[in-house]
């Protein structure tokens, strides 16, 4: 174990957290998009908060245990091109956002631009390249059906995490404290 630094308790439980409501809003919180098997999904949202609040290990976690369990309970077995997309999502939404000191109550515009710029290229790299490429290569799909479905639900994502994890982003950090803005009294 030397030089390899373990997942702290709080992380760990932030992916068990992840994982449970990422289930959750996938079964209550999805809205057809009119194309076959492919949804307007809030858990995105849900996943690009939890990435940036506790990194890119929690995010490729939580999109991979969440969207596997949500899979096996909806529909019978997971969907594993899709899983693999949505870990790959998260995982790159925490490495391109672990600079915004969202902890420190710090979330203004500039944080606000970040944010969403690395969780469109996530959401792009997970749902326009990834999805559909998994999707030809383990299930044989058709190019045309994939590269829609995932060109649909990347765009459905980027537009949930962009309003719905801006404003959960924005909420979190109005909880939290200022760096440098307690003074001792005398």
Known sequence: MAGRKALSIKTIVAIGIGSALFVILGRFGSIPSGI?????????????????????????????????????????????????????????????????????????????IRFNLAQIAANAVAWFIAAPLLDI?????PANKVFTQGLIAGAANMVAAGVIGTLLAIAYAKTRTKQGSLTKEA
């Open 36 to 112: 076959p098997n492919t949804n307007i999904e809030t858990t995105y949202a849900l996943l690009a908060l939890f990435a940036l609040l506790y990194g890119p290990a929690a995010g490729l976690l939580i999109g991979l245990i969440g969207h596997t369990l949500k899979d096996a309970i909806l529909y019978g077995s997971p969907w594993f091109s899709w899983v693999i997309a949505s870990a790959i999502a998260g995982l790159i939404i925490g490495l391109l956002t672990r600079t915004i000191a969202i902890h420190d109550g710090e979330f203004g515009k500039k944080e606000i």
């Open 137 to 141: 290569a383990i299930y044989a799909e």
